[in-house]
């Protein structure tokens, strides 16, 4: 069965860090739909809300031509999980990638001090991101799909008080779809990994060998296998 899959980028990114798998599963007969969520990529310059976010998720989700498997990762993981969460919702199967922590208040506010400090930065930090970057993803082509779309910047305060809403594991209990749960087994951002499992109806949790939090391109290949797998459960 052909799917549309809604594909949702994390924090400071955009859609073009899922170029390998939009191209995979495009090669797999599948419509792949990567968003740009505010203050990102293409909408860089606005306000991020998570009421934006949902949003931006719902508009391409009701929008596909076929049923819907939904894909975030770290932020955009956090994002899908609301808005799935938050009622009856024109999806067939969530996939959940390096977000398997719950944001807590103290965490976002360190966080939130961090972020300042580097953007007091002559360059606000794009040196500093686009470095981080590069050290953590040896493929060339891969970090650059990272960076390309345009570095967010000026969203950290923002998404960061923004998170503080979010009871991932309250929402998964409430989806009552298969979801898949991506984390790299050198993920920081997995530490209520087994909790959010546990919480979904139906749910599956994978771990990719040596990958850090960035799974999606530091293990591109093992990671779009898992994607293309979780097609052939839903719908």
């Excluded at 797999?28 to 809300?49: E, K, M, W, Y």
């Excluded at 944001?103 to 500093?128: E, F, T």
């Excluded at 309250?170 to 546990?198: C, K, M, W």
């Excluded at 040596?210 to 293990?219: E, I, L, N, W």
């Amino acid at each position: 069965m052909i799917h549309s899959v809604v594909l949702v980028h994390g924090l400071r990114t955009s859609a073009t860090m899922w170029r390998a798998q939009v191209e995979a599963l495009e090669a797999a007969g599948h419509q792949a739909v990567a968003v740009d969520l505010p203050g990102h990529g293409s909408r860089i310059g606005s306000r991020f809300t998570l009421a934006g976010a949902v949003d931006t998720i719902a508009h391409a989700v009701d929008s596909a031509a076929h049923p819907v498997l939904l894909c975030g990762f770290s932020l955009g993981g956090y994002a899908a999980i609301h808005y799935a969460g938050a009622g009856p919702r024109p999806i067939v199967g969530l996939v959940a990638a390096s977000c398997g922590t719950q944001p807590h208040r103290l965490i976002l506010d360190a966080w939130r001090l961090a972020a300042r400090a580097i953007h007091r930065l002559p360059d606000r930090g794009l040196a500093l991101n686009n470095w981080a970057v590069r050290a953590a993803v040896k493929d060339a082509a891969l970090a650059d799909d990272i960076i390309r779309g345009g570095v967010a910047l000026d969203v950290m305060d923002d998404a960061l008080l923004e998170l503080r809403q979010l009871h991932p594991i309250s929402s998964l209990s409430r989806i009552d779809v298969p979801v898949v749960f991506i984390n790299g087994t050198l993920d920081h951002f997995r530490l209520q990994e087994r909790q959010y499992a546990a919480a979904a109806p139906v749910a599956r949790l994978v771990h990719i060998p040596g990958a850090t939090h960035m799974v999606s391109v530091t293990r591109s290949a093992a990671f779009t296998r898992v994607l293309l797998g979780a097609l052939e459960g839903p719908g």
